[in-house]
Each structure stands twice: as structure tokens, then as C-alpha cells.
T-cell receptor, first 114, second 109 residues
């Protein structure tokens, strides 16, 4: 158990809908990361927050947004969902937002868009 | 832009047959290299961090080594429970990691 908690574990929704994925980082970690992993694809970095502020952005679609709240939990909002958005979405956390810091992953949220 | 390439894509071994996985990287400045293990449908599980060329770390049947251009994950006498996808990653200045596509290891009894 990494200590990173993600909810929901599984989610099935229809195209055009909007969903919110939630992440609680490990106790004491200030930085949160979101990654997407599609079938047969590697981990794609979406976005990073550090202590409530956006720190780095990857190939995140405009239909997706995220935020980190004062209690350090984070939410990833996916809207106008398309079939291609079906994937495993991982949240990860680290103590600080500095290179060399180990990133610990949650178990992921399986999103299926039908 | 940092790049990470892993080879082979897939590796099938007999139980007890030792081998190595490769991770080559191109980065503007090495700030460390991570190895993770990922089981199907699960989150990546942290294995090792290597910070400088020549460094080695071991955990049970796994040993990770680092040179200036690549890292190796050596698996000695693997068991079926070592079957998983092994990922390597390099961190950026901001702390996020760029991952390779992984090597899927299958160990047959």
C-alpha cells in the first residue's frame, strides 16, 4: 500500500458526460501528479500540483482540468468524454516538487466511456 | 526533451533463467533514475532510485545499475511471481517523471 488513495476505483460513463476523479496523497506529501495510461500505452503525464499551485503541465486536453485543495487532496475533472478517454488514471504524490524525489502511485481509477 | 527507451518490449524466461532489462535515457542533466514494477491493472510500485553512474541497488532477486547513458535491471534466478511490467523513469526539474514504455516480463515455471 503506497498510501495514495484514489476514488472511484472503477467508473463507467457515457460519451459527452463529465466525471471527477479524486486523490488523497500520502501523509506529508505536498506534490500531486496525474498520469493517464491507456491500453497498450505507457504512462502519460497530465499535470502536477505543488501545495495548491499548478507546477507542470503535460499533454492534458483542454476538456480536462485539475486542482489541488488546501487539504492537499486533488481532483481531476474530465468533461465532454469521448471513447478514447477510456483509460487508467493514476494519481501519484511526492514530498516536494523537486527532481529526485520518489513518486508514489495510487492504484488508479479505471474509466470506461461507452 | 527527456526521453526514455526500454528494451526489450517483452521478455519470456524460464524460472531460474537470469537476464537483464535495459533502460536508455537522453536527458539534459541526470537527476536520478527510478525503477518501478507494475502488475496488470495496478499502480506502479516503487523499486529503486539511482542517482549517479556506478551506483547499484539490490532487492531480493533484482539488482539495478546505472551508467551515464543507461540503466540495467538484472533479474537473478527469477520466479513466476516476478512476472510484471518493469518501468524506468527519469525526473524533471519540477519533479514529474518521464516514463519508458516498460518491459513486460513473463517467467514460466
Amino acid at each position: 500500500d503506497s498510501g495514495v488513495t484514489q476514488t472511484p476505483k472503477h467508473l463507467i460513463t457515457a460519451t459527452g458526460q463529465r466525471v471527477t476523479l479524486r486523490c488523497s496523497p500520502r501523509s506529508g506529501d505536498l506534490s500531486v501528479y496525474w498520469y493517464q495510461q491507456s491500453l497498450d500505452q505507457g504512462l502519460q503525464f497530465l499535470i502536477q500540483y505543488y501545495n495548491g499551485e499548478e507546477r507542470a503541465k503535460g499533454n492534458i486536453l483542454e476538456r480536462f482540468s485539475a486542482q489541488q485543495f488546501p487539504d492537499l487532496h486533488s481532483e481531476l475533472n474530465l468533461s465532454s468524454l469521448e471513447l478514447g478517454d477510456s483509460a487508467l488514471y493514476f494519481c501519484a504524490s511526492s514530498v516536494v516538487a523537486a527532481s529526485g524525489n520518489t513518486i508514489y502511485f495510487g492504484e488508479g481509477s479505471w474509466l470506461t466511456v461507452v | 526533451e527527456d526521453q526514455v527507451t526500454q528494451s526489450p518490449e517483452a521478455l519470456r524466461l524460464q524460472e531460474g533463467e537470469s537476464s537483464s532489462l535495459n533502460c536508455s535515457y537522453t536527458v539534459s542533466g541526470l537527476r536520478g533514475l527510478f525503477w518501478y514494477r507494475q502488475d496488470p491493472g495496478k499502480g506502479p510500485e516503487f523499486l529503486f532510485t539511482l542517482y549517479s553512474a556506478g551506483e547499484e541497488k539490490e532487492k531480493e532477486r533484482l539488482k539495478a545499475t546505472l551508467t551515464k547513458k543507461e540503466s540495467f535491471l538484472h533479474i537473478t534466478a527469477p520466479k513466476p511471481e516476478d512476472s510484471a511490467t518493469y518501468l524506468c523513469a527519469v525526473p524533471t526539474l519540477e519533479g514529474k517523471s518521464t516514463f519508458g514504455d516498460g518491459t513486460t516480463l513473463t517467467v514460466k515455471p
